[in-house]
């Protein structure tokens, strides 16, 4: 069994279970202890650097994310040094980043952009110049739900260690090296690389550098979304919690939402596959084949023509000889009835759902 223990922040009595994470720990107490890299779901990597906390009777300064928590710990979280070791950090951050916050479609839902804003690195107060430019950067449009922009990404590996520790994927590693280094799937490209196109890479990215694509240019910003609307995926049985960013009476995007079942990630379908709600080509009426060809009609010439094909069909061959697929993009009470009536009212369990295809 875990140990209880206490340990102080900043004077502030704490309890933790021994060994918890530290940084988890003091954000968890209201110590706002900045970290780009840091994100539950994976393993550390310690990459920024941007919450170093000293502890006493350890020289220097440690990453917070990277310290289990001991009992009779004694955490400094915030003192001039360590704010103006975090405010370089992030200077230098900056400075190899492409910070056109005003074209970036994450835009006012950005680690690097709070960053800037909390150590006012206003161009004329920065220490270092930026050098994104003269680093040449690679832009991978090539899959089909997202966008890579390397003067965006911060190097954190949060997107790979979602691919790999959440999907179980391994589709991302870290090419180049020191400054020069950036993101690739696979062996070049994403759309010749494994990726499923989940989207968890997407989620984890705390910046610009991974956009949805069916969002990319529109610089949805978040207060600009009117509602948002946590609800159940339709796709299948797993009952994945999503938060559905909605503007002007549409689905503008997905996010997985934390919590059971699936703590934030979703399957393609969750996460991209919501846009048939508000297609404009969907079917708003039932089509009767005639001649070859679909022809507008009204609900009650379809069901009396489904009614009585089905009738006939049962009475010359049985119940079985029917069978029905029914579709995830309808709604869960129409998917209960329609298993209903083949079962009760025709007679057969030949029946099943796309959601297993
Ligand atoms: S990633 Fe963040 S800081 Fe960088 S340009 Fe986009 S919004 Fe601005
Ligand atoms: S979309 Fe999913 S499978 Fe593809 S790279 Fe991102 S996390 Fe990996
Ligand atoms: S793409 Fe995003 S999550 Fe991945 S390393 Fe770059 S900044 Fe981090």
Sequence with gaps: MSERVTLTIDG????????DNLLKVARDNGFDIPGLCF?????????????????????????????PVEGGMKVTAFDAELEATRKMLADVLLSEHNDDCITCDKDGDCGMQDLAYRYELET?????????????QTQDASAPVLWYDSSKC???????????????????SMARRGIQSRVVAG?????GSECDGCGECVQACPV?????????????????????????????????????WVSHNKIMKVKGAGGAPNEGSTCVKGRFGLDFVQRPDRLKVPLIRKNGKFEESTWEEALDLVARKLGEVKAKSG???????????????????????????????NVDHCARL
């Design 319 to 349: 119940p079985h000889a029917i069978a029905g697929l029914t579709s995830a993009c309808s709604t869960n009470e129409a998917n209960y009835v329609f298993q209903k009536f083949f079962r009760a009212a025709i007679g057969t369990n």
């Design 12 to 19: 502030k009595e704490v309890q933790a279970q021994k060994g």
């Design 39 to 67: 994100y539950e779901k994976i393993s550390r990597t310690g990459d920024c650097r941007l919450c170093m906390v000293k502890i006493q009777g350890r020289p220097g300064m440690v990453p917070a994310c990277l310290t």
């Design 154 to 172: 911060i190097k954190c590996e949060r997107c790979a260690k979602a691919c790999l520790e959440v999907q179980g994927k391994g589709v991302l």
């Design 208 to 244: 610009g550098a991974l956009v949805e694509k069916p969002v990319y240019g529109m610089r949805l910003k978040k207060k600009d979304v009117e509602k948002r609307v946590t609800t159940t995926c339709p796709y299948c049985g797993v009952g994945c919690q999503l938060e559905l």
């Design 187 to 191: 062996t070049g490209t994403w759309s």
């Design 124 to 136: 004329a107060k920065r220490i270092f110049t930026p050098v994104w430019k003269e680093i040449g």
